[in-house]
């Protein structure tokens, strides 16, 4: 079985954001898309850029594995019904115009490298946009 970036973007999505609203989820997912769009480099190889995505620190970039359980015990991936609605994320965020390039967790105050970005709140997380 091969990481594809697809697949990628679910792991990254459960693992960022999983228990949180499908809407959210979307926007990570958007911000995932953006940064690698931002960066020409893959879906792939953004998620696995260093300082990209705390959520997946510590995992070795791996494309290739025996099976779909593998796969899933690598990630400590153990909710399905979470990793199908973060694949739903990342499907819809392929439709969602979100300019969105970065994210933190609501509750972490606002980083001093977002303060002069543009922020929108969610219950769960901020979403910044660089306005140029």
């Known amino acids: 079985m091969i990481l594809t970036s697809a697949l990628a973007c679910s792991i990254t999505v459960y693992r960022e954001s999983r228990g949180?609203?499908?809407?959210?989820?979307?926007?990570?997912?958007?911000?995932?898309?953006?940064?690698?769009?931002?960066?020409?480099?893959?879906?792939?190889?953004?998620?696995?850029?260093?300082?990209?995505?705390n959520a997946l620190s510590g995992f070795k970039k791996r494309a290739i594995f025996k099976d779909y359980k593998e796969l899933l015990s690598y990630y400590r991936i153990d909710d399905m019904e979470s990793l199908a609605m973060a694949n739903l994320a990342c499907e819809f965020s392929k439709q969602s115009d979100a300019k969105y390039t970065y994210f933190t967790d609501k509750?972490?105050?606002?980083?001093?490298?977002?303060?002069k970005m543009h922020k929108v709140t969610t219950k769960h997380f901020n979403f910044y946009e660089v306005r140029k």
């Open 20 to 53: 949180t609203y499908l809407s959210e989820q979307i926007l990570v997912a958007k911000v995932i898309r953006n940064r690698a769009v931002e960066q020409n480099i893959t879906l792939v190889d953004t998620i696995y850029r260093s300082g990209q995505f």
């Open 107 to 115: 509750s972490i105050p606002v980083p001093s490298w977002a303060k």
